[in-house]
């Protein structure tokens, strides 16, 4: 989904920077307050890790022959685990080739082979090297915690999605503990997803499902 360009907003030294993108990968903790509050005020901490539909196609033209490493590929960016002198980390926590190789369903050599190449091709290697998790996800554990999740399927690439479904959820005087929208090119049905407060009403939630490009709403 599109993010709107939008200037940088500052809160407690952190920032937040809208970037406009067709395929961003996104987690961010997000807080915004009552409608009545100013803009300038609003209050948000975030962190914001997006991979370019372009930078995917690369991943996948230089790998394309070998549908195993493929896949080892994709897992790396799904999960954000990097590749630095030739091994897989997850943050500074260094990952089993074996284990790795198992959960991917392919063999151990292909993952060790998968990290060679990506060591040394100058265009994925600052790619993988960068590569980090994006933080814990919450909504599986949202109703142990006590909040909400509300789940908005809509056209990959319509524009403003994040911004007027989170108004929304502003305008009624709930916080949002965490925004996460999936990536079109790595899930087959990519949606928004919310963790919130509290329970939106039910007329925010008919609004949502009229914003431009969503086909469907959801909470639990």
Known sequence: MHLDPCEEVQSGGCWLFAVQTRS???????????????????KLCCTIMYVEVQMWRQISHRLED??????????????????????????????????MARAVGV????????????????VLQPVFKGLKPAGPFLPN????????????????????????????ISQEGIAIRQAVADDPDLTPEPKLTFVVEREPSGDAIQKMLKIRGVTKVATY
């Open 24 to 42: 961003p990968v996104i987690g961010f903790d997000l807080r915004i307050g009552p409608r009545s509050r100013p803009a300038s005020n609003l």
């Open 66 to 99: 070998y549908p195993g490493r493929l896949k080892v590929a994709r897992t790396l960016v799904e999960l954000g685990l990097s590749v630095r002198e030739g091994k897989i980390f997850c943050g500074d926590v260094e990952q089993s080739e074996l284990k």
């Open 107 to 122: 063999d151990r050599r292909t993952v060790r082979e998968t990290a060679r190449i990506i060591e040394s091709d100058p």
């Open 141 to 168: 554990v949202a109703r142990f915690l006590g909040y909400r999740v509300i789940e908005i399927y809509a056209d990959p690439h319509a524009v403003g999605i994040v911004t007027e479904a989170s108004s929304l």
